[in-house]
């Protein structure tokens, strides 16, 4: 079960880190994914890195802005936001999936097998 944490309200132009940690193991056999979803909006997928940590994949809007990473011990998956818009308020989900290919990069959020509960991301203007 993935625990997500860093969610706070900030300023239109600032940069926030989001962590997610794996609860009790490592994330060393999962293709991890950042999602959001925003009031009256779908789930959508922002960020997705894959079990080797060479390939990710980001969602259009956010790439050049947003940049998911995994620390060496796998304990924790980051998404670090800059420039952050009133468009990225969501609540922001991590999730994992028990992947055998290492450079799979996980972009279906029908194929995440294990959800955090979230943290809430403000940008006000």
């Known amino acids: 079960q993935p625990v997500e944490s860093g969610g706070r309200a900030v300023q239109t132009g600032g940069s926030l880190t989001l962590f997610c940690k794996a609860s009790?193991?490592?994330?060393?056999?999962?293709?991890v994914g950042w999602l959001r979803q925003a009031p009256g909006k779908e789930l959508e997928l922002v960020a997705a890195i894959s079990r080797s940590n060479q390939f990710t994949n980001y969602e259009d809007s956010v790439r050049g802005r947003f940049t998911i990473s995994k620390d060496i011990a796998k304990t924790v998956v980051y998404l670090q936001m800059n420039n952050l818009k009133p468009e990225d308020t969501a609540r922001y989900y991590c999730?994992?999936?028990?992947?055998?290919?290492?450079?799979?990069?996980?972009?279906?959020?029908?194929?995440?097998?294990?959800w955090g509960q979230g943290t809430q991301v403000t940008v006000s203007s």
């Open positions: 999730a994992a999936k028990d992947e055998d290919l290492t450079n799979l990069v996980v972009v279906s959020l029908d194929e995440y097998e294990y």
């Open positions: 009790g193991r490592t994330f060393g056999g999962y293709a």
